[in-house]
């Protein structure tokens, strides 16, 4: 069973930084894309990010464009999320998730195995 492991989260000042980590256990992620979701208290879950297996690709939802990067280290069997200039907006819990359908889209119904997720607070 995939199995997937978060960290990362906490609190943090506007304009702060966090990167997320997505670990993997009993498998390897060489060969699933990775999306990267969030929800906000009494808000739908939106998507956030994916990175692609092969080519590593990402696509970003367009709040977080410029702002959040994604990248896998395939030896650490590992997916971060760089999150930088960081709004109270933001605050939300955090998923990854794993997906074998290609192209990689922030759709959550494309994804099988999910994190527990980990929370990230944005304020003053």
């Known amino acids: 069973q995939v199995q997937l492991v978060e960290s990362g989260g906490g609190l943090v000042q506007p304009g702060g930084s966090l990167r997320l980590s997505c670990a993997a256990s009993r498998f390897t992620l060489d060969y699933y894309a990775i999306g990267w979701f969030r929800q906000a208290p009494g808000k739908e879950r939106e998507g956030v990010s994916c990175i692609s297996s092969s080519d590593r690709r990402t696509y970003y939802a367009n709040p977080v464009k410029g702002r959040f990067t994604t990248s896998r280290d395939n030896a650490k069997n590992t997916v971060y999320l760089q999150m930088n200039n960081l709004k109270p907006e933001d605050t939300a819990d955090y998923y990854c998730?794993?997906?074998?359908?290609?192209?990689?889209?922030?759709?959550?119904?494309?994804?099988?195995?999910w994190g527990q997720g980990t929370q990230v607070t944005v304020s003053s």
């Open positions: 998730a794993a997906t074998t359908v290609r192209p990689c889209l922030l759709v959550a119904s494309n994804f099988g195995s």
